[in-house]
């Protein structure tokens, strides 16, 4: 049974998709098998996965989500990377209008996902940075979030936010959702604000808080315009190794 985590955060620029396209890389490299879903109609996680999104022949997350195509018909095989890719692009931003005289349309994507999920070690959902409905679809379908993060001031108070809504999610319809960890993304240690709001987080969140950071590295920012991974673009960069030790440490958290 695959293992599904929501990559979410409403602030954008964070570092959801880059962790997301390349967790799933470094996941894939550890033999898992891996299903990379992009949730967000900005269609990065299938940019930067080599995909040209304007050119979806089989369709995208939005006909998955609305019904019109099974999920496996959507899937696109990045051999390279070596994980599957639920493609999207902006014909997706219908998705919120779209859903609105569906059935239970939080569970949309829990249940398409649901045929391929003995298919998969672990499934990652690329969020859209709010929290829409398409995020509460990937609240619903996962059994965990994983919150990539960046150490500023304003990071703490959009947390909070965060953390209700996933709150409410669990009273409600998806008791089972648990944190699977908070990441500290373009972390860079020598500057002091980082090492504070660092130090308050540890102390709030204790074992939550993922011990790996990603470091800032501008090899992590060219690959997306490569169409790469960064383990295929930049193999030996510092942030091609955070994001291998990151699959480890999760790996071995969640017993992927
Ligand atoms: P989000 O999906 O949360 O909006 P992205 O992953 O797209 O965030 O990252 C935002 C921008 O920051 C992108 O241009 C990306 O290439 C860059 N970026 C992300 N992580 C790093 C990092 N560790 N080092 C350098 N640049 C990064
Ligand atoms: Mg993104």
Redesign the pocket.
Known sequence: MARIIALT?QK????????AVNLAAALASLKKRVLLVDLDPQG?ATMGSGIDKHGLANGGTLDVLLEELPAREALIDCAEAGYQLLPANGDLTAAEVALLDRDARERCLERALAPLAGDFDVVLIDCP?SLNMLTVNALTAAHGVLI?LQCEFYALEGLSMLLDTVEQIRDGINPGLSLDGIVR??FDNRNSLTRDVSNQLSNYFGDDLLRTT?????R??EA?SHGQPINRYARLSR?AHAYRVLARELARRLSL
Do not use: E, Q, S, W
Not at 214 to 218: D, E, K, L, S
């Open positions: 955060n954008g620029g964070v570092g959801k998709t880059t962790t990065h940075p990539p993304t373009m990603i470091p800032r590295n501008v992590l920012a997306p942030g």
